[in-house]
């Protein structure tokens, strides 16, 4: 089984994705996570509520989610997004069935209500926050779907233990659902070739990084991408073997990556 | 198997469906479909691109929906109500997994782009409108769902023979679904008693409707509820024998439907 995740930025080619899904399909169960943070923005601009992201003191962005802000997340998430990548994969015959992390609690997550924030140079408590970290997957549900020839289509949020909507990062709930299901290969698809040492410069690809030292890495990383080192190092931890970063823009974008023409972790 | 139908009004009692449903699922597998109308035009609103409604010549209403109706359409019935019925459901212990017309092809429908509409003394011919008339079923989906314990929470949008998402009336698809799937018992809540003779008297409840006759009683409904009407007797054509339109706002309504507090119709 393979499970990829796509990012959920503008330039994402889901043409690209879905004929390299339907193609792998034939030889593999697959099951598909995606983000959607640009259309949120968007929306959340247009509702006149602009996202707002905090950062934590040791450095990693996040969205700051009150009732608001979640109510915009499960529109664009579970809904637009969703279900226009659903139908995306239908018109190249693929059984997609486009899921949330609430439905049937397929992400378990543990509640996260405070949350510390560094503005300036001071540190900050914010409370009732409804995020939370995933901790464990109704992989009966899954299991159920891919056997039975559907394709996953997941997104957060997440469900807490009380059954409270939480938003949870995609990235690390879909490190969480390799352990569980025993998938050795991730994929991550970005809007950039892979892990670059200089942003700017798209041929500055690191085309190897060995997992022991993922942490080094950090330092090529900004704001929310931060956020993939921490789930790669979950996913090793869950008993992945190996990552692929890749371009989400190009032709063959899942081939692609698993040939290492992206950034392979292992 | 019962098929319950929950308007999308804003007294709808959810927490009291949910009782209901977790008694009921005790003996029997049930479908829940929901609207969500309310809510989108509340967003839609928000956005700046108020609901269209618009008049057929034969005075049924229903909403113009282009690429940006259906949008919000898709955050809303999707998204927001969707996952906020499942994660309420499941705080009542029930194993809910909330799905769109779209998803494994659930719903599938015909696209009519066509829509003659009378404004004013005028019949106007609008194009390109995205939404389309339910036509088949993916009744694997459904069984292997509810065979495997999970109950079905599904809404509009459907998605078209052409794999477009399409904008498509939930009673209607509720009436194609119950045929395709052979259930017998189809409850309705709305916000009112039932049927009213008298929309301003809530005492006015017609209790008993031949389904022979269901289209005589087109002179008590109003715009939307036509197409309660027009739903009723398809499912009729489609083998269901009995349907209860009950009230959503009050204790026990789906048991109170059954019971026949409300309209039944058979």
Redesign the interface.
């Known amino acids: 089984m393979l499970i990829i995740k796509a990012g959920g930025g503008k330039t994402i080619n889901w043409d690209f994705i879905a004929e390299d899904v339907k193609e792998l399909l034939k030889k593999e169960k697959i099951i598909l996570v995606h983000g959607a943070s640009v259309k949120r923005d968007e929306?959340a601009k247009?509702?006149?509520s602009p996202t707002k992201v905090v950062t934590s003191p040791s450095g990693v962005d996040s969205v700051y989610t009150d009732e608001n802000a979640l109510?915009i997340f499960?529109?664009?998430?579970?809904?637009?997004v969703?279900?226009?990548i659903?139908?995306k994969l239908?018109?190249y015959g693929i059984?997609?069935?486009?899921?949330?992390g609430?439905?049937?609690?397929l992400w378990l997550a543990k509640a996260k209500k405070d949350l510390l924030i560094k503005e300036g140079t001071k540190t900050k408590l914010i409370q009732n926050n409804k995020t939370g970290r995933v901790e464990k997957i109704n992989t009966?549900?899954i299991s159920?779907?891919v056997d039975?020839h559907?394709l996953p289509v997941i997104s957060a949020?997440a469900?807490s233990y009380e059954?409270?909507?939480v938003n949870s990062d995609n990235d690390w709930a879909t490190a969480v659902m390799a352990g569980e299901l025993g998938v050795k290969k991730l994929v991550f698809l970005f809007e950039a070739p892979g892990l670059l040492q200089d942003l700017s410069n798209e041929s500055s690809l690191i085309r190897h990084i060995p997992k022991e030292k993922i942490e080094d890495f950090v330092v090529y990383t900004q704001g929310r991408m931060r956020k993939k080192i921490i789930a790669a190092k979950k996913a090793f931890s869950e008993g992945v073997e190996t990552i692929y970063w890749g371009d989400g823009r190009m032709k063959k974008p899942i081939f692609n990556s698993l040939k290492g023409k992206g950034t392979v972790i292992k």
């Open positions: 929306i247009k509702l006149g109510e499960l529109m664009v998430y579970a809904g637009l969703n279900k226009k659903v139908a239908q018109a059984n997609a069935v486009g899921l949330s609430i439905d049937g609690k009966n549900l159920l779907l039975n559907f949020p469900i059954n409270e909507i």
